[in-house]
Nanobody
Framework: QVQLVESGGGLVQPGGSLRLSCAAS????????IGWFRQAPGKEREGISC????????YYADSVKGRFTISRDNAKNTVYLQMNSLKPEDTAVYYC????????????????????WGQGTQVTVSS
């Protein structure tokens, strides 16, 4: 079954860290740009990071810049989101998404350009 599966979410105290994983099954991520999104209760979905298929380009929303790092391990068919210095406002369901592309250094400009989505993983930052 073709799917993306997120993992690594959980409960963490403010200032703590988590690493989210986005693993693909039944397809390879090599030819895909991968984005991370999050949605908090009552709020719109927010794009927070993206990594191009070549791993040459990565992008971050201002809200996470300097605290989150996206990376990919094509050998493991997995993309990661390292989240440090977590804040209560980072609490949300986090989703990864994939978009097939021939462009090596490109990320989709909007969420509607991603074609495959995971089911999400909950991140709660609270003391």
């Amino acid at each position: 079954q073709v799917q993306l599966v997120e993992s690594g979410g959980g409960l963490v105290q403010p200032g703590g860290s988590l690493r989210l994983s986005c693993a693909a099954s039944a397809f390879t991520l090599d030819d895909y740009a991968i984005g991370w999104f999050r949605q908090a209760p009552g709020k719109e979905r927010e794009g927070i990071s993206c990594i191009s298929r070549s791993d040459g380009s990565s992008y971050y929303a201002d809200s996470v810049k300097g605290r989150f790092t996206i990376s990919r391990d094509n050998a493991k068919n997995t993309v990661y989101l390292q989240m440090n210095s977590l804040k209560p406002e980072d609490t949300a369901v986090y989703y990864c998404a994939a978009r097939f592309t021939s462009r090596r250094y490109w990320c989709p400009p909007g969420s509607n350009e991603y074609t495959r989505w995971g089911q999400g993983t909950q991140v709660t930052v609270s003391s």
